[in-house]
């Protein structure tokens, strides 16, 4: 009975270890960047009869496009250059010094008394001092820096008209892949000449690298290590 018993605690605690990882390793796995990152656009419609009226400017037409030859994304399926340029930096420092220093003196004023207690009240003489101090310090700094240039798509359009845009460039080399995605919401009038806009004014970005092969996972820890950290630690 108690070899049947430990066994079941045994093959409990396995059960609850696995389960941890597999949890973990979904977790570690989420990307950055949810979502589809390329739509097909909305077919044209059928027009059985199209009368030619000689004007320049025809329905469906884009407004900015009335003077200029360059087209620009305006809607779903339209592709969009994305200049991207952050950098990070971030420093904070923090110093505590403290100090304190304390004293007592009690001295009596002399004179005799029978009483033991009264006397020795009269003639105290006594002293006491003292000090604590603390000194604390701590410093944090974080840098980081991406740039680059990619095309995406619009893959949605909100109803103020911004651009809902999403894209991502994979490079396999020698066994590995690393993959850039992008995401983020586009006003239009931020697109500059070439049908570009730079990272800075697209709102919500979501940048991230990902990559996989031999390279990337010696660089990580393996699951099972991330579960031992995490789950057997005690302190």
């Given at each position: 009975m108690f070899n049947v018993s430990m066994a079941a605690r045994r093959g409990g605690l396995l059960l609850l270890v696995s389960g941890g990882a597999l949890l973990s390793a979904c977790a570690s796995n989420e990307a950055l960047v949810q979502g589809p990152v390329q739509v097909m656009p909305a077919p044209d419609g059928a027009y059985v009869e199209r009368v030619n009226n000689g004007a320049i400017y025809q329905p469906g037409m884009a407004a900015a496009s009335l003077f200029t030859t360059e087209r620009r994304a305006r809607q779903v399926g339209d592709s969009l250059k994305v200049a991207i340029s952050e950098s990070l930096s971030a420093m904070q420092k923090s110093k505590t010094d403290t100090s304190r220093d304390n004293k007592l003196a009690v001295k009596g004023p002399g004179g005799s008394s029978n009483v033991g207690i009264v006397d020795r009240l009269l003639k105290a003489d006594a002293t006491a001092a003292?000090?604590?101090?603390?000194?604390?310090?701590?410093?944090?700094?974080?840098?980081?820096s991406l740039s680059g240039q990619m095309a995406v798509s619009v893959i949605n359009v909100l109803p103020n008209g911004h651009l809902v845009v999403a894209g991502e460039r994979s490079i396999a080399m020698n066994g590995g892949l690393q993959t850039l995605r992008f995401s983020g919401v586009v006003n239009p009038q931020d697109i500059r000449t070439g049908n570009q806009v730079q990272s800075a004014d697209v709102v919500n970005a979501r940048m991230e690298i990902a990559g996989k092969g031999e390279v990337s996972e010696a660089a990580r820890r393996s699951w099972l290590q991330r579960v031992l950290t995490s789950s057997l630690a005690i302190w």
């Open positions: 003292g000090s604590d101090s603390y000194k604390g310090s701590g410093d944090t700094e974080a840098s980081g």
